[in-house]
Each structure stands twice: as C-alpha cells, then as structure tokens.
C-alpha cells in the first residue's frame, strides 16, 4: 500500500542555517505529493506541493523537488529563522488509488534557536 | 471567503457527557474529513465523507458519528465522552481531484475530565 516516511523530530537548527527534513514515500501509481505546516496552536496549511516526476513546488523559501527514481520529495530552505519552528507534515495522493485520502507521515518538529 | 469552520475551538467535558463538533466549509468542496491528533503525535483519520449522504470510516472511529446531511456541513458526534478522547480535532475538505491537497480548519481543542 501507500505509505509516506519522514524523518523523526525534532529537528534544532539555528537561524540562518541551512534546512532539510526528508521525506521518502511508497506508491503504487502516479502521486501527487504535499507539504504542509503547522504552527503552533493552529491548523494545517498547505506550504507546497507537486504532481509529477521532476516538479519542484515552492513557496516561502521553502523548496521541494518530486524525484521519482529515489522516491523522494525533501523539503528544503536555505536560511531558515525563528519563525519557521513548526511542525511539517510529508503527503501523498495517489491518482490510481481510490481511497478519497491524502496518506499522511508522521510530521517533524522544527525548532529554531535565535 | 471563510473556507474550513469549526467550532467550538475549545470545549471541556465530564466523561459520559456528549457533544457534537461543527464544521462548515463554503468552497463547495465533495469530500471532507475529520482527524485528530493527540499531543507531539500525527493525524488520525476518524471519519469521512465523498459527498452527503456518503460516510464512511476511518483508522479510529470507534465513540464518534457523523452524518452529511448537506455538502456544506460535516458534524462529529461525540457520545458517551472518555478521557481517551482528549484531543484536537481537525476538520478538512477537498475537491474531488486530490490534487490540490486539503482545507484544514482552525480545530478544536477538546478535554474530557
């Protein structure tokens, strides 16, 4: 079946630094693949997403590439600050599978240290 | 343009108190959801819904219901509340075609003593 793996939290970094969090999935068809964030106390929000092989979905700084031949869709930003502690959230929908749901990984916390 | 509400955002019950969760969404969206998510932990599926009229169950189900009368308006009902339902429970919607991801509410915090 489908299933998203991310890397377990939290995650420390210090502002300015460099971000990565990554996100392997397993599909059986054509997925489309999502980040989202949650900040604390509140719900989720969509950050990006892509729907086929070699798309990168971007938004505020943050970037993640769709590569089908390692199964990956890494989220990533180049210089991350104290505002972007959070937790994030890897997810996938298949195109081929019927199930009406996005498949969620387990989320990564994200703290960032002034 | 209000998109995922539900309410109350924050409620505290005694157990084998019932309640009923609201949440409304105005995007005409077919498919919506309920999760929750305990303390540091992910999204568990509860219940959803592909259109009114059409339920059906997710990974925890068992102490909720739901009904989708209209496509706008998706309850949970909570009966018989136990300490293991404290959580924040989420509402979500979406279009047909996944595609462009979910809606989520705001949430709702709830507490059962």
């Known amino acids: 079946g489908n299933s998203v793996t991310q890397m377990e939290g939290p995650v420390t970094l210090s502002e300015e630094a460099f971000l990565t969090i990554n996100c392997t999935y397993t599909?059986?068809?054509?997925?489309?693949l999502f980040w989202y964030v949650q900040y604390p106390g509140e719900g989720l929000q969509l950050l990006l997403k892509?729907?086929?092989a070699d798309d990168k979905g971007s938004n505020k700084g943050f970037e993640a590439t769709y590569r089908k031949e390692t199964t990956s869709f890494h989220l990533e930003k180049g210089s991350v600050q104290v505002s972007d502690s959070a937790v994030y959230f890897c997810?996938?929908?298949?195109?081929?599978?019927?199930?009406?749901?996005?498949?969620w990984g387990a989320g990564t916390k994200l703290i960032i240290k002034p | 343009n209000a998109g995922v509400t539900q309410t109350p955002k924050f409620r505290i019950l005694k157990i084998g108190q019932s309640m009923t969760l609201q949440c409304t969404q105005d995007?005409?969206?077919?498919?919506m959801y309920w999760y929750r998510q305990d303390p540091g932990m992910g999204l568990k599926l509860i219940y959803y819904?592909?259109?009114?009229?059409?339920?059906d169950k997710g990974e925890v189900p068992n102490g909720y219901n739901v009904s989708r009368s209209t496509t706008e308006d998706f309850p949970l009902r909570l009966e018989l509340a136990a300490p293991s339902q404290t959580s924040v429970y989420f509402c979500?919607?979406?279009?047909?075609?996944?595609?462009?991801?979910?809606?989520f509410g705001s949430g709702t915090r709830l507490t059962v003593v």
């Open positions: 979500a919607s979406s279009l047909r075609s996944l595609n462009y991801g979910y809606t």
């Open positions: 599909a059986t068809g054509y997925p489309s």
């Open positions: 819904s592909v259109g009114a009229g059409i339920t």
């Open positions: 995007m005409n969206h077919n498919y």
């Open positions: 997810a996938l929908t298949d195109r081929r599978d019927s199930n009406y749901q996005l498949i």
């Open positions: 892509a729907t086929k």
